[in-house]
Structure formats: C-alpha cells, structure tokens
Nanobody
C-alpha cells in the first residue's frame, strides 16, 4: 500500500516562509514525477510545481521566483520551499506522485493535504 504524507503547513504572515514536505512510503519500485497542487476555497485544484526524477522543474507563473520544489530520491521525499508568501497563496496543498509500485503497476497517488494560511 503506497501512501503520501504531507507536513509543514501552518499559519504565516505575509512575506514569510514555509517548507512543505511529502514522504512516500509502502512498496515502491520507483517514483516518477512528483508534484505539488493547491486548492483554495471555492476554486479548482491547480498545479503549483512539478519535478522529474532527474530534477527538472516547472512552476505555475503565480509562484515563479518565490517557490522552489526539490526532492530527495533516497528518502522518497519531495519538498516545497515557499518564500515571500502572499494571502492569495492560502490553500490546502497536496502532494501528488506517479509511482511504480511493487506489483510493477504505475499509478497516481495523492496525499491528504496540508493547510497553508497566509494572514496578518
């Protein structure tokens, strides 16, 4: 059973920083792309950042220059460093990953989400 567990959310003032983590566990052969999504109240879930196994990254225009995605393949972990946070960054942040599990099947998995609130 593959699981993704996020941590690191919380309340922060505008201009502040947070670092999110997401750890994958279970019977995993290989983790392909790892992504961070977010969903604000009343809005659709949107892709924030993505990183390939080789470390290539891509970002939503709204977070470019402020957020950095990284991964530690040995620890099956993806990070999202969020700097210069704005109130509009307030959302539930979800980890997503394409994983080849122990049964050799490639599937897409989601974490349970972690709340990020940017407010003074």
């Amino acid at each position: 059973q593959v699981q993704l567990v996020e941590s690191g959310g919380g309340l922060v003032q505008p201009g502040g920083s947070l670092r999110l983590s997401c750890v994958a566990s279970g019977s995993i052969l290989r983790i392909m792309s790892m992504d961070w999504y977010r969903q604000a109240p009343g809005k659709q879930r949107e892709l924030v950042a993505t990183i390939t196994p080789g470390g290539n990254t891509n970002y939503a225009d709204s977070v470019k220059g402020r957020f950095t995605i990284s991964r530690d393949n040995a620890k099956k972990t993806v990070f999202l460093q969020m700097n210069s946070l704005k109130p509009e960054d307030t959302a539930v942040y979800y980890c997503n990953a394409d994983i080849i599990a122990g049964d050799f099947r490639r599937s897409n998995f989601w974490g349970q989400g972690t709340q990020v609130t940017v407010s003074s």
